[in-house]
């Protein structure tokens, strides 16, 4: 349908063509070198040259990408809930956001090796100004989440993006991945907004609101990394917001901070897939009949899924005794874990600003805070 060419990734009859466009280019060869360090060129380029779907591109080369990426910045990758889902079934991923590019990445790793639906993924247009990583981005099946634009054009940007995911969800039969809030948390806390459900829900058309949540198949996702590798590039703007001063982003700095996620030292990654959200969305109906009622509750639904799932590292323990001046949590990590994690704290962060250090702290520490308050999940 032309009405999504602005935001859509490529159709499969596209994909050849665009691959002709940019396997000359250096980017392509610096993700093929990274890829596949054993293969001449020629080789991957004759292969690049034969595709012709999405999911091949995907399978044949962004896969062993994102493999390449798990060991050489990770101590390894786990999952749990995956075996909760029925293949050959489309979901929609509501997820707390720690890396741009990875989040979705790794979600689809874990979905292709479980046999699932992979995902049509959201990306800011921001992060792909430069025409390869557009190219490739609408190769990985990313659609684009247009951003600063004027209050109507927004208006009319969401609607269309909201009758897309429904188009790819209910008639398509493809998973969607969006992340819970727009921009990756910068604090720790993670916590869905209300503007990004009011998106979706532009999608209901005729139908009542719960009942098209529950059609969609909500599933929430819990990730989270041992260390962030982006944590001292999120100093500056929480600087910034304490100060009460509007934060201007340096130029190519999406970019420097997309590399940064991608390759910096991440130690173990998890991620989890909660349980469909059925019964909660019918409790919902039942309670408020009020649509922004409804989705202030849906939100808060997800927000109780992600963060009773998160699972916590020594890192975040660490960060939570020094935050508090504590050894509350001592028995969760070792004197060689805290020894790292200060070393790192002190390598990254200048102790003589307070905002960068307590903000560095409270952004490992605030996952604590946030599954304390849920019942044996600490």
Known sequence: MQKFDAIRPYYDAEVN?????????????????????????????????RTHSIRDFQCNFLYHSVQRVIERSSDGFTTSGFEKLEPNTSYLFISNHRDIILDTSLLNVALFEHGLVMTASAIGDNLVKKSFLLALSKLNRNFLVQRNLPPRELLMSSKLMSEYIAQLLLRENRSVWIAQREGRTKDGNDMTQQGVLKMLAMGAGDDNLMDYFKKVKIVPVSISYEYDPTDALKMPRLIAEANNEIYIKEKNEDF????SGIMG???????????????????????????????????QVIDDAILSHYKLWPTNFIAYDLLHNTNQFADRYTEEEKALFERRLEIRIDEDNPIAFQGFLAMYANPVINKMKYENAV
């Open 265 to 299: 030292q991440k130690k173990r990654i998890h991620m989890h897939v909660g349980d469909i959200l059925d019964t909660e969305i019918d409790g919902i109906a039942r309670e408020f009949d009020n649509s922004n009622k409804q989705i202030q509750a849906l939100a």
């Open 17 to 49: 063509q665009a691959l002709q466009r940019v396997v000359n280019h250096p980017m392509m060869k610096a993700l093929m070198d990274f890829s596949f360090p054993d293969l001449p060129d020629q080789e991957w380029k004759d292969h690049l040259t």
């Open 256 to 259: 420097m901070t997309l590399l």
